[in-house]
């Protein structure tokens, strides 16, 4: 961010998803300049336990640049911050924390939430996105002012994905893997809703498919193809490439014969 702003940037897309951390972007505010300080005025760095103690937010050192660039977000998740759907709860297991570590991520995170409510004069830990990436979302909306926006969909505007499905006949995506959570606006989802919306047909190819998923696809008009199915995962990470062109391949010859 702050070398877009450094090169005169006006305008930046961050991409937020998968991360190691649940910070809720106090790593990169403080990288802004933001300082957060306890009710003795010590700055608190870390680790994001010490955070329970946070009673100010020092904004005046903050990099005025990148705040004033207009900044959208592109997020694969709509988790808000908190609660049982927020930062804590769902995705930090998924970096190793334990339940007595999720416990104490959620009052962090709802401490920080409280205090940047008291400083900025708004509220946005409910926002959809705010809690992807660990909470980065949370920090974006509400420190730089950044819209969140479903990633896939916008990624796709901007990359020009409505003009390629004009007079499309077929649309190919994929994921690794493809499960519920894909339904929840990650790629394969967003550009099955644009293809839709373009009445092309949808061809998703993942490694591994959900059967309760590909149902609920199929019931969306999506067309789920499993490129590496009885296979260890460690051969099928191998020969991902050859596994996926051998399955577009045979998925060619089958619509081909239809056609005939």
């Known amino acids: 961010l ?3 702003a450094s090169g005169g940037a006006r305008r930046c897309i961050v991409g937020i998803g ?15 300049g933001v300082r957060f300080l306890d009710v003795a005025g010590a700055e ?8 329970e103690r946070l ?10 640049r990148v705040r ?3 900044i959208l977000v592109a997020s ?27 416990a104490l991520l959620e009052c962090v995170a709802a401490q920080i939430a409280d205090v940047s409510a008291k400083v900025l004069g708004r509220d946005l830990r409910d926002t959809p996105g705010a809690g992807a990436a660990g909470g980065l979302g949370f920090a974006l909306a509400a420190f730089l002012g950044a819209r969140i926006e479903r990633g896939a969909l916008l990624v796709g505007k901007e990359r020009g994905l409505e003009r390629a499905l004009q007079g499309a006949d ?10 519920m959570q894909t339904l929840e606006g990650k790629t394969v989802s967003g550009v099955a809703e644009m293809a839709r919306e373009a009445h092309v047909h949808v061809a998703a190819f993942g490694g591994v498919v959900n059967p309760q998923a590909a149902a609920a696809f199929k019931e969306r008009g999506v067309e789920t193809i499993e ?34």
Do not use: W
């Open 2 to 4: 702050v070398a877009a």
């Open 18 to 32: 998968g991360s190691a951390t649940v910070d809720i972007g106090t790593g990169m505010l403080r990288a802004l």
């Open 44 to 51: 608190i760095r870390g680790p994001m336990l010490e955070y």
């Open 55 to 64: 009673a100010r937010i020092d904004l005046s050192h903050m990099n005025e």
């Open 68 to 70: 004033a660039m207009g």
């Open 76 to 102: 694969d998740v709509a988790n808000p911050l908190l609660g049982e759907n927020g930062a804590a709860r769902v995705f930090a297991p998924q970096k190793g924390a334990s339940p007595d570590d999720v």
């Open 170 to 179: 077929l649309c190919a995506t994929g994921e690794g893997k493809i499960d």
């Open 227 to 260: 490129t590496a199915a009885d296979i260890p995962l460690e051969e099928a990470l191998q020969r991902a490439a050859e596994l996926l062109e051998t399955a577009a391949k045979n998925y060619g010859t089958v619509l081909a014969r239809g056609r005939r």
